[in-house]
């Protein structure tokens, strides 16, 4: 099992910037992908950005150049750095973590943060 504690979310106004940041704690492997999802109200929850070890990000369009994501193996964090927010922006963001085992998806998830992005 994994446990993954998000902090870092809340109101700023369009053009602002904001850093999440998710803990990771129990069976957490440096093989995992570990990543970020967002889910605005009455929306699907989409990917927003992951990232392997070893391999490049993975952005979502609509974030690309504002967005960074960054892994910190030693200590099982990740995190995501938001710059240029927009109101479009506002969700509830989830940490991810996700692997395969016996060729089944397995995923684990924080609790969410909010963001808000609003004048």
């Known amino acids: 099992q994994v446990q993954l504690v998000e902090s870092g979310g809340g109101l700023v106004q369009p053009g602002g910037s904001l850093r999440l940041s998710c803990v990771a704690s129990?069976?957490?492997?440096?093989?995992?992908?570990m990543g970020w999802y967002r889910q605005a109200a009455g929306s699907q929850r989409e990917l927003v950005a992951q990232?392997?070890?070893?391999?490049?990000?993975w952005y979502e369009s609509s974030v690309k150049g504002r967005f960074t994501i960054s892994r910190d193996n030693a200590k099982n964090t990740v995190s995501l750095q938001m710059f240029s927010l927009k109101p479009e922006d506002t969700a509830v963001y989830y940490c991810?973590?996700?692997?395969?085992?016996?060729?089944?998806?397995?995923?684990?998830w924080g609790q969410g943060t909010q963001v808000t992005v609003s004048s």
């Open positions: 990232e392997s070890s070893g391999d490049s990000a």
């Open positions: 129990g069976d957490i492997r440096s093989s995992d992908v």
């Open positions: 991810n973590v996700w692997r395969r085992v016996s060729g089944s998806n397995v995923n684990y």
